[in-house]
C-alpha cells in the first residue's frame, strides 16, 4: 500500500525517538563548525534576498542565522544580514538581539553602510512604550555608540531633538539640534527644525551656507545650484552669484545639450555681471551669445547697453540700445507669429524706456497701452505712476500707487511723489525700500541715485563681507563651485578574487568607489551619489543566460568619502539565479561578465542607464572552467566518500549533487554541451548522496542535505534524510527538518508539531515553529509520548 513522504518521516520520527534518544550528548554539549555555520548563512542569506521574502520566511532565516553564531563564534559576516531581517520582521520581538547586534555592526560595518544600523534603531524605539522610555534610549545610544561616525551622531541627537520637542523644553531641543548640525552639517532635517525654532537668530550666513552645502552634496543639481546664486545675489554678493550662474549655465548645458539657455539662468547672470567690477563685460557677451541662438531678449540687450555704458563705451552702448529698440518694436509688431520666442509686450517696452533708454513721452505712452490692456496688474500700475512721475503729473500717480501691491517700481515712484511734497525723510525710507527688493535691478540702480542726490546713502541690511566670511570658513578658496563632469567626480571598479574559480567555489568582490574630486563625497539620497549598486550578471560558453539584479543593494557611508579616497562595499556573488546555474550544471565552461550599476534607471526597452550622464557601469569577467568527468575520476570520487578526510567528502558530496542535477535538468532533452552522461548515472549518484546521510559525521550529513535544497526529493531520499532527524547532533535535526519541509505534503504538520515540543534543542523546535508548527510555547521540551502512541 502506498504511504505519503511525510507519513514515513512521522513513522520515522515517532518510533525512533525516545526520551533517552532525544537528547544525546551533543545537545548538552556546544557544538562547534565553521563549515556548518558557512552553510545555514548561505540558505539564510538566499531567503534573505528573495525580494518577495515572507515573515515565515524571514523568521526561517533569523534562526539559521543565530545558529551560525552558536556553531562559529566568529561568525560576524552574519551581522549585517541578521540585523536587517531581525528589523524587518516586526511580528516578533527580538529587541535583545538587536540590541547585541548594533553595537557590533556600527564598529564593524558603519563606515560602509550606515542604514541598517538606522533601521536598527528605529526597530528598537518602535518596541518602546513611551516617550520617556524613547528619550533614555536614544540617550544611551549617544552615550555608547557616539564618537564613531559623526553622521551616526547627527541622526541621534536629531531623533532626540524631535522626541522631546514634544515638551516645552525647547533649550533641550535646541541643544541636540544644534549638536546634530555641527555633527553633519549635510543633516536637512536638522537645519529645517532649527531655522524653524530659532526664527530670527539664525544669520543669513548661516542660510547661504547650507545652500552651499547642498549643492556640496549634489554638484548637479541645477536646483540648487539656482537657489545658491540667487540667495548670494540677494545678499548682493555679486562675485559669488556671477560665478554661480556661470556654474549653472555648465551644468546646464551638461544635461541639455541641445537646448537654448533659458532665461532664468541667462538673466540674473547678465544683471550679477552688471553688478561687479570685473565682470560687467560679460553683459555683451552674454547677450551676443543668446543672439547667436537665434534669441531676442530686451531686459538682456538693456543690461548690455547699461554695460557698455558703464565701462566707458558710450558708442558701443548707444549702438546696442538703439538696436534693442528696432528689434523690440519689431518684436512687438509681430507678437502673434512669434509664439515660440520671448515676445515683447507694452510692459517691457514702457520699462525699457523709463530704465534703458530714458524717453518720458515714450515710457508714458507705452505704460498707458500695458495698463489698458491690463489694468488689474500691479506691475503696468507701477510703470504708468512712474512715468507720470518723470512727466510731472505727480497727482495722477498717487492714486496708483495706493490701490495695487506694492513693488519696486511703486516704491521709487512713492519717493518721488514724497520728495515732491517735501517729505524728505519719509521719500528716503521709500528708496531705501525699493532698492531691498531688489537690489540688483537697473529700478534700485536709479533709487541709489536719486539717494546720493538727497545727500543719503544705501546700506544693505545684511553685511555682505560677513555673509562671505563665514562662508569662507568651511569652504576656503572654494565658494564659488567649479563645474566637473560627474564622471571624473566618481569611479566604480569590481574588485574579484582572481580571473578564474572552479566549481563549488566561493564567489565574491568588492565594489570600489573612488572620490576623484577635489571636495568630499557625499553618498546619500539628496547627493551626487544616492547608493543604489546594482549588478547583472552575463553568462557564456557552454551556456548562455543573462541574470538581471543579481545584486541589488543601497548604502549610506557613515561619513562623505574624502578626495582621492575609497570605499571597499563587499558583495556576494555567488546567488541567486547565477549559483542555481553554476551548481547545476559542474560539467559546462562558462564566462561570466558582470556589470555594476550606480543609481540605475530604466529607459526605453527596459533597458538600464546611469543616472549620472557619462559615468560607465564598470565591468569584469570571470571564468568557471568545467569538470572533466571520466569515469576514473568518479570512481576516486566515490571512494574518497568512504577513506577520504571530512573535506573531500563534503566536496565529492556538493559535487554529485551538482551532477544530480544536472542529469535531471537535460532528462528531457539533448545536451547543451560536450558532458559525460549515462543511464546509470543517476542511480550511482543518489546511491552516494545516501550513503553520506548515513554516516556518523554529522557536519558532512549537514553538508550533504544543503546540497539536496534544490533537487526534488524522491521516496528512498526522503526517508533517508527523515532519518537524520533522530541524529544526537541538533544541527543535523535542523537542517533535516528544514529539507524536508520545503518537499513537504499535507502530512508534514504533525512531524513539526511533535518536533516543536518534544525536540531537546531551542533551534530546532524554533525552526519547526517558523514552519507551521503548533507549539507548547515553552521554552523548555515537554516530554515525549511513548514510542508508537503518537
Not at 260 to 273: E, H, V
Amino acid at each position: 500500500m502506498f504511504k505519503s513522504k511525510a507519513f514515513l518521516v512521522f513513522t520515522a520520527i515517532t518510533f525512533c525517538c525516545s526520551p533517552a534518544r532525544a537528547e544525546g550528548p551533543s545537545d548538552s554539549e556546544r557544538l562547534a563548525s565553521s563549515s556548518v555555520g558557512n552553510i545555514f548563512y548561505e540558505t539564510a542569506y538566499e531567503l534573505a534576498n528573495n525580494p518577495d521574502i515572507t515573515p515565515t520566511q524571514t523568521e526561517q532565516a533569523i534562526i539559521l542565522l543565530t545558529a551560525t553564531m552558536e556553531l562559529d563564534r566568529n561568525a560576524d559576516y552574519v551581522n549585517p544580514v541578521l540585523l536587517k531581517l531581525t528589523c524587518l520582521n516586526s511580528a516578533s520581538n527580538h529587541s535583545q538581539l538587536v540590541y547585541q547586534l548594533l553595537g557590533d555592526y556600527v564598529s564593524k560595518y558603519a563606515d560602509t553602510d550606515l542604514e541598517p544600523a538606522r533601521a536598527a534603531i528605529r526597530y528598537l524605539l518602535g518596541q518602546l512604550n513611551s516617550r520617556e522610555e524613547r528619550e533614555q534610549f536614544l540617550i544611551n545610544m549617544l552615550k555608547n555608540l557616539g564618537g564613531n561616525y559623526p553622521v551616526l551622531d547627527s541622526d541621534l541627537s536629531t531623533s532626540l531633538g524631535l522626541l522631546i520637542a514634544e515638551t516645552p523644553d525647547v533649550n533641550s531641543v535646541q541643544h541636540y539640534l544644534i549638536q546634530a548640525y555641527y555633527n553633519n552639517k549635510y543633516n536637512r532635517l536638522a537645519f529645517a527644525k532649527l531655522a524653524e525654532l530659532m526664527s530670527g537668530q539664525l544669520g543669513p550666513g548661516v542660510y547661504l551656507e547650507q545652500l552651499r552645502l547642498a549643492l556640496a552634496e549634489n554638484p548637479v543639481d541645477l536646483e540648487s545650484a539656482l537657489v545658491f546664486a540667487q540667495y548670494a545675489e540677494q545678499l548682493q554678493l555679486y562675485e559669488t552669484a556671477t560665478g554661480t550662474y556661470e556654474y549653472c549655465v555648465e551644468l546646464y548645458r551638461y544635461q541639455n545639450p541641445s537646448k537654448p539657455l533659458p532665461a532664468y539662468i541667462y538673466l540674473p547672470w547678465s544683471i550679477s555681471c552688471y553688478n561687479t567690477q570685473r565682470n560687467q563685460h560679460k553683459c555683451l557677451q552674454i547677450a551676443e551669445i543668446m543672439q547667436q541662438a537665434g534669441q531676442f531678449d530686451l531686459l538682456l540687450e538693456a543690461i548690455a547697453g547699461k554695460a557698455a555704458l558703464k565701462t566707458g563705451n558710450p558708442d558701443i552702448a548707444q549702438k546696442i540700445l538703439q538696436n534693442a529698440e528696432e528689434k523690440a518694436h519689431s518684436s512687438f509688431a509681430n507678437r502673434r507669429q512669434n509664439l515660440g520666442t520671448r515676445a515683447v509686450d507694452q510692459e517691457q517696452l514702457a520699462w525699457f524706456y523709463c530704465f534703458a533708454l530714458p524717453d518720458p513721452n515714450k515710457a508714458l505712452d507705452w505704460a498707458n497701452k500695458a495698463y489698458s490692456v491690463e489694468p488689474n496688474s500691479p506691475t503696468a500700475a507701477s510703470l504708468l505712476a512712474y512715468t507720470l512721475v518723470i512727466n510731472d503729473q505727480a497727482e495722477w500717480a498717487e492714486l496708483l500707487t495706493s490701490n495695487y501691491e506694492r513693488n519696486q517700481i511703486a516704491d521709487l515712484a512713492l519717493a518721488q511723489i514724497q520728495l515732491a511734497k517735501g517729505q524728505k525723510d519719509t521719500a528716503i525710507q521709500s528708496l531705501k525700500s525699493a532698492i531691498n527688493m531688489d537690489p540688483g535691478s537697473l529700478a534700485a540702480e536709479r533709487a541709489k541715485e536719486i539717494l546720493t542726490e538727497q545727500g543719503s546713502q544705501y546700506i544693505p541690511p545684511v553685511d555682505p563681507i560677513t555673509a562671505l566670511a563665514m562662508l569662507k570658513k568651511s569652504f576656503g578658496e572654494s565658494v564659488v563651485p567649479t563645474f566637473i563632469r560627474p564622471e571624473k567626480m566618481i569611479s566604480v571598479e569590481l574588485n574579484l578574487r582572481g580571473s578564474q574559480f572552479t566549481y563549488g567555489s566561493e564567489l565574491d568582490g568588492t565594489v570600489a568607489i573612488r572620490n576623484t574630486s577635489s571636495q568630499p563625497l557625499v553618498i546619500s539620497d539628496y547627493g551626487l551619489f544616492k547608493g543604489h549598486i546594482k549588478i547583472d550578471a552575463k553568462i557564456s560558453g557552454d551556456i548562455n543566460k543573462e541574470v538581471q539584479g543579481l545584486v541589488s543593494i543601497k548604502i549610506a557611508p557613515g561619513s562623505p568619502i574624502e578626495p582621492d579616497r575609497s570605499i571597499a562595499v563587499p558583495v556576494r556573488l555567488l546567488t541567486g539565479e547565477l549559483r542555481q546555474t553554476l551548481l547545476t550544471y559542474p560539467q559546462a565552461s562558462l564566462n561570466i561578465e558582470f556589470t555594476v550599476h550606480l543609481d540605475p534607471i530604466v529607459i526605453a526597452d527596459g533597458k538600464l542607464s546611469e543616472r549620472l550622464h557619462g559615468l560607465k557601469p564598470a565591468k569584469a569577467l570571470v571564468k568557471r572552467p568545467g569538470i572533466q568527468l571520466t569515469g576514473k575520476y568518479l570512481q576516486n570520487r566515490l571512494g574518497s566518500l568512504t577513506k577520504g578526510q571530512q573535506g573531500q567528502k563534503i566536496k565529492t558530496a556538493q559535487l554529485f549533487t551538482g551532477l544530480l542535477r544536472e542529469q535531471n535538468a537535460i532528462s528531457d532533452s539533448k545536451p547543451l554541451y560536450k558532458m559525460m552522461s549515462a543511464d546509470w548515472m543517476p542511480a550511482l549518484l543518489k546511491s552516494a548522496l545516501i550513503h553520506n546521510l548515513r554516516r556518523e559525521d554529522w557536519v558532512v550529513k549537514v553538508h550533504t542535505m544543503a546540497g539536496l535544497l534544490s533537487l526534488p526529493l524522491e521516496f528512498e531520499l526522503t526517508s533517508t534524510v527523515a532519518e537524520n532527524l533522530n541524529d544526537t547532533h541538533w544541527p543535523t535535526r535542523l537542517m533535516a527538518l528544514y529539507l524536508l519541509s520545503q518537499h513537504q505534503d499535507g502530512d508534514f504538520s504533525k512531524v513539526l508539531d511533535w518536533t516543536a515540543n518534544y525536540d531537546q534543542n531551542k533551534f530546532v523546535r524554533d525552526m519547526a515553529i517558523a514552519l507551521g508548527a503548533t507549539s507548547s510555547k515553552s521554552d523548555e521540551p515537554v516530554n515525549p509520548p511513548l514510542p508508537g502512541n503518537p
